[in-house]
């Protein structure tokens, strides 16, 4: 007797491929869970679940819903200037480690709109590389208001959380006051443009490239791009609709006074983070006197802009080439953080 592969929280069909794999994520109510040879029965699943719920209630733990799912907070990991963002748990038979992007104004409700029609729109992208770079860029749980004893409904964001990225930019700013090891930036702006050539291939621009916004891990040397509030269609050519006050010397002079986000937009913000993160002034591109002739020569070029029909592979390209020149062939150079596991 066939029987239908349904998610057991909330009763959605999965597809049949499913079946083969070694975990499955609803795309409805955004449950990952093992896939095994045994039936579980989703009223099991919601009888363990309403009991899990129950045991985190008595035990103090402050928690929320989002999209009729509960959430034990753990900590706040950052303050952005319209958001708070919290590390949380969903409370599951499973649980699983969640980030929670709550809006402090309801006012702003249209920036985190924004998020999630990029987001969602990103999550189901075929453009090349998708099964590769579609986890460089935040993946969307779900969205909805965030319901608790505290509050009345704050609009949030539910996002998964991957293991090791949780340091910014800005965090490696404030470590290395006197700038990085030109090195780790080839890496960090190579990752960082591997993740805008699928975006763009899949029709975005991100439009708020800023050091809060991108994740790195120091030892795989990971980037994540965060932050996706302002993303704008390639194909509206708009402005951004807000820019992030605190790094206005990062965005492009046309960006500044109203013009579209664009390619460009988002390939010279991201040089002139790379430029910050040597010690350098972001908006001329000038970089202390010992970066490498030939990495601090291209930074000045991109940062400076305009940058033609250059595009983020083409980019990536020179930056591997310049890296090249300047430091030799490719190798991984340990890059360390105060205070960060290495292991």
């Known amino acids: 007797m066939l029987r239908k592969l349904v998610c057991p929280q909330c ?54 819903r989002v999209g009729g799912v509960t959430y034990r ?39 985190l709109a924004r998020e999630e029609q990029a987001l969602l729109s990103l999550q189901a992208s075929r453009a090349q590389g998708s099964e590769r770079l579609s986890s460089r860029v935040a993946q969307p749980v779900a969205f909805g208001p965030l319901e608790d004893d505290r509050s009345a409904g704050s609009p949030a964001a539910v996002l998964r959380y991957v293991s090791g990225f949780f340091l910014t930019l800005a965090d ?10 030109p090195r780790a930036a080839a890496w960090i702006w190579r990752r960082i443009l591997e993740a805008l050539a699928w975006v763009h291939a899949s029709g975005w621009a991100h439009a708020a490239i800023v050091p809060p916004h991108l994740l790195v891990h120091p030892r795989d040397h990971g980037v994540m791009l965060v932050g996706w509030s302002c993303a704008v269609k390639l194909s509206s050519a708009e402005p951004p609709p807000a820019l992030v006050a605190a790094h206005l ?14 390619v460009a937009t988002d390939l010279v913000m991201a040089a002139r983070c790379v430029v910050q993160l040597l010690g350098g002034d972001a908006e001329s591109g000038r970089v202390p006197s010992l970066t490498p002739a030939p990495f601090a020569g291209l930074l000045r070029e991109v940062a400076a802009a305009p940058l033609g029909s250059r595009d983020a592979w083409t980019l990536h390209r020179q930056v591997g080439e310049a890296a090249r020149e300047a430091f030799g062939p490719p190798a991984y150079h340990p890059f360390a953080m105060p205070g960060w596991p290495e292991a």
């Open 73 to 111: 907070l753990e900590g706040r990991l950052a303050r952005g200037e319209s958001s708070d963002v919290f590390l949380a748990e969903r409370i599951t038979p499973v649980p699983e480690r969640v980030v929670i992007k709550v809006l402090r104004a309801s006012g702003d409700a249209d920036l």
């Open 249 to 262: 010397a990062i965005y492009p002079e046309d960006v500044r006074q109203g013009g579209a986000a664009s």
């Open 172 to 181: 490696v700013r404030q470590a290395y006051p006197g700038g990085i090891d």
């Open 11 to 64: 009763g959605a069909p999965l597809p049949a491929v499913a079946a083969m794999a070694r975990d499955a994520q609803c795309a409805y109510c955004g449950l990952s869970f093992a896939v095994g040879p045994d039936i579980v029965y989703a009223s099991d699943f919601r009888a363990n679940r309403e009991g899990a719920e129950r045991e985190a209630a008595l035990g103090g733990d402050r928690l929320v």
